[in-house]
Structure formats: structure tokens, C-alpha cells
């Protein structure tokens, strides 16, 4: 199984930032590892028995092999190496973490020096993720970031001579105000200093964030549209001048242009967005996307367990309060929800899918009792010959996604979902 850890401290909120996360002082950061611990530890040893719907979980985990952990958030890197090393210590006291676990730590440039990579290396973490986004000084200011293009590099460095030798760069394109060059001298800047792996996402503009308030309208009339120069001339001359979201064109250049670089690099595509030298994928990402059972640790971590989804409360006065006797009740536990047989095949087929090399057949008939084309036959053939799709589940054991296909992908994977 997975693990995945919350730190939901940050130095200030990113501009684009919906997570779960905020500004404290370093006394609330030493309560809340406490209390994480405390969670850790309060793990039942024995099964409580089947939990009624709709009920707390009842963990029965004590022993269970860990493959992967993740340490996300906000910014993990605001804690100490001894923090993070209490942790780890205290999940390896519950459970059987695997000798050549993938354990990532989520680090942002500014909060990481040479003596907290080495201490955070030191610990046990054995991958770290660096958030750059943006090369452009101009672009990291405009989604407020905390660092600048020279932090990133000092930060890189020094993940590497603290004997990181997995490194994620996080990157983001189709900014306001970006052109296609100025994503091209990022990916440029970035593959330059040749990490393993590299996370590529367009900037999706969330409702709530600083960002909406100044591009959700924008947004909305860019789905509408397609580009600014379709717009009735009342929405042209309201945009001109502005920092503009990059139109459809523009951003599926800068998609294809990402592929295309990576790829002469030697990155192999192996999800949407993501794209890892041989043998560096990230194994914890893969778990979710096949279905792995994961565990979520600290504030508002959300779990799949037993085929149960559930998720820790998002108050932080409430989650520091629970007794460890409350804990191991489940009673952090918010938001439980059992799937139905329905869900699950659904999520086999839109997480599955976006991996490209897509769902094995055999698998979905294993997992579920009934062969994938008497679910899903009419969609998948669709799709095959809309040139979505490869592989007939009669010819093949594998259905993927065609490069077109990973290209629309939101319309291919949402023809799954009911």
C-alpha cells in the first residue's frame, strides 16, 4: 500500500493555490508534527470488526507493507530534517516499510538549503520534487511564488550534492502573459540540468484563488470562444492590453512543443503530464492512478482503503484536539464514502487510462468478474474510431489512449464516467 502525509504549511499562498494550505509560525508546525505522530501511532493492531456504512473506518493496517510514501503539501520543506525524521520514524514503527521504498518530499526553492537537503536525505527521504514552475521572473511573480529562477537553481544544486540522484522539477505552462518562447526557455532551463523527472501541467484557473478573481471571466469566455479573435469586439477591446491566457492554439503548441523536446531529451512519456528518464517514473503516482490502496496521514489527507474513500477534517483546532484513543476511533475521519461496483470500474478506466500504456483487460475482468467489453464495449469502440483509442479488447490486452487521444483527453476519459 501507499502513504501520503500532509504538511499544509507554507510561507504564503501561491496566486494559483487551491490546496489545503497556509501561513503559520513555527509553534503551530511543532504541535501539528506532534499530533501527526500521534495519528501515526494510534493505528488499531487489531481489526475492529466490519464498520457499518457510512461509519469511521476501523483501520486494520498495523503490518502492512508500504511501497511508496509522499510527503506533500504546501511545504514539507518548512519542517525541520528532524521533524520529517520523527515521522518516518514513527511509520516505520507501525508499519513494514519495503527496504528500496520510494519516499518523496515536496520542496519548494527559498525553503531549502544545503543543510536541510543533506538532513532531509539523512532522514530517509529518497526523491525530492521541486516546485520551479516558471523560469521567467516575471511569470514566478504573477503566480506568487516565494522564489526567484536563481533560488531554484541554488536549491537544485544543492538537492544534488546532498546525493539526490531522483529529482521531479513541477513546471507550469499556459500562464497569463506567456508565449510559446518563454515556455520553451523554461523547459530549456530545466532540461539543461537534466533532472529524472519532470511534472508538466497547464495552469488550471480554480475558483477561489487570487487568480480567479482576475481570470474567471476571461476563462469562461475562452471555453466559449475557443480564442480572443472569435469574441464579439466588446470582449476583444475589454481584453486588449491585458495579461492574457494563452487560446486553445496556443496552448496545445506549447503541449505538443513539451513532447517533443522531452522526448529527443531521452524523457519517456509515461502519463499525461509526466514525463521520467527509464526506471525513474514516480511508483507513488502510478499506485493511484492503477488503484492501489492508499492511506492519507495529517489535515485533510484523503484516503482509499477497504473500498472505502475517506478524509481527515481540514480544521486545524479540531485536528490538534483528538486524544489518540479518538484517533484510533477514527474520529478525524470526515467525508466517508463507500464505492459502489459502478465507481470503482469507473475510476479503473479514467485513472487507468491516463497512463499510456493504458489498462490491461485481464485486469479489469479480474478485478470486477465481467469482461471489460460488457461494460464498456459501445464507449471503447466509439472512441476507436473516433482515433481516441488503440487495441481492440479483442486483439490485444491493452486499451490505451492514441497520442490524439492524450491530446483531448478530458473529452476521452469523461465518455467512461456515468
Not at 375 to 396: N, P, W
Amino acid at each position: 500500500m501507499e502513504l501520503y502525509i500532509h504538511i499544509p504549511f507554507c510561507v504564503r499562498k501561491c496566486r494559483y493555490c487551491d490546496f489545503l494550505s497556509f501561513a503559520s509560525d513555527a509553534c503551530v508546525r511543532e504541535k501539528y508534527v506532534d499530533q501527526l505522530i500521534r495519528e501515526i501511532e494510534s493505528i488499531p493492531e487489531e481489526d475492529a470488526g466490519q464498520c457499518p456504512e457510512n461509519a469511521a473506518p476501523r483501520l486494520n493496517l498495523t503490518g502492512r507493507t508500504v511501497e511508496t510514501i509522499f510527503i506533500g503539501g504546501g511545504t514539507p520543506s518548512l519542517l525541520p530534517p528532524s521533524a520529517i525524521e520523527r515521522i518516518l520514524a514513527a511509520v516505520r514503527q507501525v508499519f513494514r516499510v519495503e527496504p528500496d521504498a520510494e519516499i518523496t518530499m515536496e520542496a519548494n526553492p527559498g525553503t531549502l538549503t544545503p543543510d536541510s537537503a543533506a538532513g532531509y536525505r539523512n532522514a530517509g527521504v529518497s526523491r525530492l520534487s521541486l516546485g520551479l514552475q516558471s523560469a521567467s521572473e516575471e511569470e514566478l511573480r504573477l503566480l506568487g511564488r516565494i522564489h526567484t529562477r536563481e533560488q531554484f537553481l541554488q536549491s537544485f544544486r544543492a538537492a544534488r550534492d546532498a546525493g539526490f540522484d531522483n529529482i521531479n522539477v513541477d513546471l507550469m505552462s499556459a500562464l497569463p502573459g506567456q508565449s510559446e518562447e518563454s515556455w520553451q526557455e523554461t523547459l530549456r532551463f530545466v532540461c539543461d540540468l537534466e533532472p529524472e523527472h519532470i511534472s508538466a501541467y497547464s495552469l488550471i484557473v480554480e475558483e477561489g484563488t487570487p487568480l480567479y478573481e482576475e481570470y474567471g471571466e476571461m476563462c469562461a469566455d475562452l471555453e466559449k470562444y475557443g480564442d480572443y479573435a472569435s469574441m464579439p469586439k466588446r470582449l476583444q477591446t475589454k481584453y486588449e492590453g491585458c495579461k492574457c491566457l494563452p487560446d486553445e492554439e496556443t496552448d496545445r503548441n506549447m503541449y505538443h512543443h513539451t513532447k517533443t523536446t522531452l522526448a529527443k531529451l531521452g524523457y519517456e512519456r509515461y502519463e499525461i503530464s509526466n514525463y521520467a528518464r527509464p526506471g525513474y517514473a514516480c511508483r507513488h503516482n502510478i499506485g493511484y492512478w492503477t488503484g492501489v490502496e492508499y492511506l492519507g496521514l495529517g489535515l485533510g489527507a484523503s484516503s482509499l482503503v477497504g473500498g472505502k474513500r475517506f478524509q481527515v477534517t481540514a480544521d486545524l483546532n479540531r485536528y490538534l484536539v483528538f486524544t489518540k484513543e479518538e484517533l484510533a476511533a477514527g474520529a478525524q475521519y470526515e467525508e466517508i464514502h463507500e464505492l459502489s461496483r459502478q465507481e470503482r470500474m469507473e475510476e479503473f478506466m479514467f485513472l487507468g487510462l491516463r497512463l499510456t500504456g493504458g489498462v490491461r483487460t485481464a485486469e479489469f475482468e479480474r478485478r470486477f468478474g465481467v469482461a471489460i467489453e460488457a461494460v464498456y464495449g459501445e464507449v471503447i469502440e466509439r472512441l476507436l474510431k473516433e482515433g481516441l483509442l488503440e487495441a481492440s479488447v479483442q486483439t490485444d490486452s491493452h486499451i490505451r489512449l492514441t497520442e490524439y487521444g492524450l491530446d483531448v483527453s478530458t473529452y476521452a476519459l469523461a465518455e467512461f464516467l456515468q
